[in-house]
């Protein structure tokens, strides 16, 4: 088992390794000089301002040192420096990473609670009314472009409701004091009622948008999984043996129907990160996401860099985490 | 001897009829289980309605969708909720009380017609990034199926890299490496769009190369290529043409996506994203210029859907959910 682990992880490295390669190279096929992107065509910077600045940035060096300055860089957690802020890519991303977190844990949060009972009841009771009408808002669900539902809600709830907060973290003047960064957490560990109200309305429907595709998937998929599983012949002994039907439920079907939903999970894993750009774009998050699509506009190619490579590793070791779940789930399976 | 080869090349022409035919009748059982398949049913006609209409968009489209009649008409609400303002507009323009039957938005300009142009950018997208991605990936998967060796490394490497990167990631970092551009985004959504498709294939192929027909294909002399694209690929391509059809509302909610964070297709050319990212600005007074093109969207991708889980119930029962 441990070595399997081990080999798994192994397997890792080369990709990330090459993710990193990658995006190095293409990074550099963006047309334009990025020291005139950074002057803006400014016409009083002098011949010797600009080589300062190409100095400054490691671009008056051919590509292959280039890199090498790129990799011992990451080697140490070191990124790059924005061209617009001047500042650390990764300060940049260790103050917007909370957020992004933050939005995620909602996200799955919300996605797991509707999707986990849903999924069970469906499978439960088949073709009931219930299982239909689940399984088509399910299906609207995969077929919905997540900007649009955020829109929508926000005109639901927010314009016309006038429930919840139309975008942002927090109301100015609330946030709670920073421990680990995480809004919501942050004020129930200082005991700081109003921020946490505030904060988790802010939460509410960033998290609904994210997670709603989530929930459809892991819904469908866990029907169908509890659909196979209650019709072995495990589940009729257990049955027969005189358990009450929740225990053969719960205890004997949901188990091994989770099994094959975890790996779901972690391909959804990637449209959750992809997502988050286009929910924090909508309710203008101060998360990851904004910072790559602002970074896009602004030209600031390290930022960019560093930050969708930031994704990329995420993914990787999220898919990673869940592979070895799986092998400690499911002892039969070979990885 | 020519004899032999005559009588060999009539045996084989009769046995393509025989192909031809038992094809030709796969395909009529294949339309009637298609028409029973009522959500499938529902689904294609959708599609096939959303098709005319974007190829037929300057016939159909009420107005000029790239330039307003008249600058009064800016945030015209949709027919059913206008106030005597909005009559008294159009009364002035010598319009009819229910013109713009959508409304118009920031510009003037009439929603539905933006709308309906809009499909052509969605549906072509979807078309070309489907198209190319099963054509690339199709090839590659079935020669890396049936020879492995190196090819087949390759390949198989460069596609782990590219599966590393979350999909939507992937496409907006070669956005904004090449910018913006029709021709652009279709490479950014089939650079890694093939992947799918060779695995897939790839991966049938290694399974269906040990049948016995395929010894049998190998014994008549057949060239590789042939074997692998005439006698093999007509019995997978079925698991294609699903994946295909499923992909293709994906592609289209990403390029939506992309066209919505402005890295897509660029204004002024209608597309659904971008219309949707236009109208956010005036959510407040104007809830339909944002809401009408993502509705039309949501429409257009569930029918491709139910066709594609359609499609999966007929053709590859064995990928069935439930």
Redesign the interface.
């Known amino acids: 088992m441990t070595i399997k682990v081990l080999e798994r992880i192994l397997v890792v490295i080369p ?2 390794f ?2 990193t390669i ?2 190095f190279f ?2 550099r ?3 334009g000089d990025p020291v005139d992107v950074m002057l803006g065509g400014a016409s009083y910077v002098t011949e010797e301002e600009e080589q300062a600045l190409r100095k400054e940035f490691h671009l008056d060096k051919p590509l292959h040192q280039q890199l090498l300055l790129f990799l011992s860089g990451l080697g140490k957690g070191d990124l790059g420096a924005s061209f617009v802020m001047r500042r650390p890519v990764t300060e940049m991303i260790a103050e917007r990473l909370p957020a992004t977190i933050e939005l995620a844990l909602g996200a799955l949060l919300f996605g797991l609670i509707v999707a986990i009972p849903t999924g069970i009841i469906c499978a439960v009771k ?1 073709n009931s009314i219930i299982d239909r009408t689940s399984m088509a808002v399910a ?2 669900g ?7 539902l955020g ?2 809600l ?2 639901i709830f927010s ?1 016309w409701g006038h429930l919840l907060p139309v975008s942002g973290r927090i109301t100015y003047g609330l946030r709670p004091e920073h421990i680990t960064g995480l809004y919501v957490l942050d004020s129930l560990l200082t005991g700081n009622f109003a921020a946490l109200v505030n904060s988790l309305k802010h939460l509410i429907l960033p998290s609904i948008t994210l997670g709603a595709i989530l929930a459809a998937i892991v819904a ?2 866990l ?2 999984n509890m ?1 196979e599983v209650l019709r072995a012949d495990y589940i009729s002994l257990a049955r027969s043996k005189g358990l009450r039907e929740t225990a053969v439920v719960i205890k004997h079907a949901l188990r091994n129907a989770l099994i094959p939903t975890v790996t779901i999970v972690g391909i959804q ?3 959750l ?3 988050n ?2 929910v924090e ?2 309710f203008a998050w101060p998360g990851l996401g904004r910072l ?2 602002t970074s ?2 602004a030209s600031d190619y390290p930022v ?1 860099q560093g930050t ?1 490579m930031v ?2 590793f995420t ?2 070791i999220a898919n990673l985490l869940v592979d070895i779940l799986y092998t400690f789930l499911n002892p039969k399976i070979t990885m | 001897m020519d004899e032999q080869v005559q009588e060999g090349m009539v045996m084989n022409v009769n046995l393509y009829k025989v192909k031809l035919k038992i094809w030709l009748m796969n395909f009529s059982s294949f339309l009637r289980d298609l028409m029973a398949h009522r959500a499938a049913f529902l689904g294609a006609v959708i599609v096939l309605i959303c098709i005319l209409a974007a190829v037929l968009a300057p016939r159909i489209a009420p107005h000029n969708p790239f330039q307003a009649d008249s600058l009064r008409l800016r945030l015209l609400p949709p027919f059913w909720a206008r106030g005597e303002n909005a009559f008294q507009i159009l009364a002035k323009l010598g319009k009819e009380k229910f013109s713009y039957l959508l409304g118009c938005d920031e510009l003037g300009r009439d929603l539905l017609s933006r709308i309906i142009y809009g499909a052509r950018a969605s549906l072509l997208v979807g078309v070309l990034a489907v198209g190319i991605s099963t054509f690339v990936g199709v090839s590659l998967g079935a020669i890396a199926g049936y020879y492995r060796g190196w090819f087949d490394n390759v390949f198989s ?1 460069f596609a ?2 590219l599966l ?6 992937f496409a ?3 956005m ?4 913006p551009g029709f021709s652009n985004l279709i490479f950014a959504l089939t650079l890694k769009g093939w992947v799918e498709f060779f695995r897939l294939v790839r991966g049938e192929m290694l399974s269906e190369k040990t049948k016995e027909y395929v010894d049998a294909a190998k014994v008549t002399g057949q060239s590789k290529f042939i074997i692998i694209f005439f006698e093999i690929l007509p019995n997978i391509i079925h698991t294609v043409i699903v994946l295909a059809t499923l992909r293709m ?1 994906y592609m289209i ?1 990403m390029e ?2 992309l066209s ?4 897509g297709i660029q204004p002024p050319t209608p597309a659904w ?1 971008s219309m ?2 236009a109208g ?1 600005a005036y ?2 007074n104007a ?1 339909w210029v ?2 009408f093109p ?2 039309f ?2 429409v257009l ?2 029918s491709i ?2 066709l594609g889980e359609g499609l999966r119930d007929i053709l590859d029962p064995r990928l069935k ?2």
């Open positions: 990709i990330m090459g993710v990658c995006v293409l990074m096929l963006t047309p088949q299906f609207l995969i077929s919905m472009p997540g900007f649009w829109l929508v926000i005109l314009v469908r998929v029907r169908s659909l894993i990637g449209v990160l992809g997502g750009m286009i774009t909508v790559v699509v896009i506009f960019v969708v994704y990329a993914f990787v | 490497r782990d890299l590393a990167f979350p999909y939507l990631i907006i970092f070669i904004a490496v090449m910018g509302g909610i939506a996506s919505f964070l402005g890295l994203g949707v990212n956010r959510m407040l809830w944002s809401t993502g509705l969207m949501l991708v569930l859907n139910l959910i439930d």
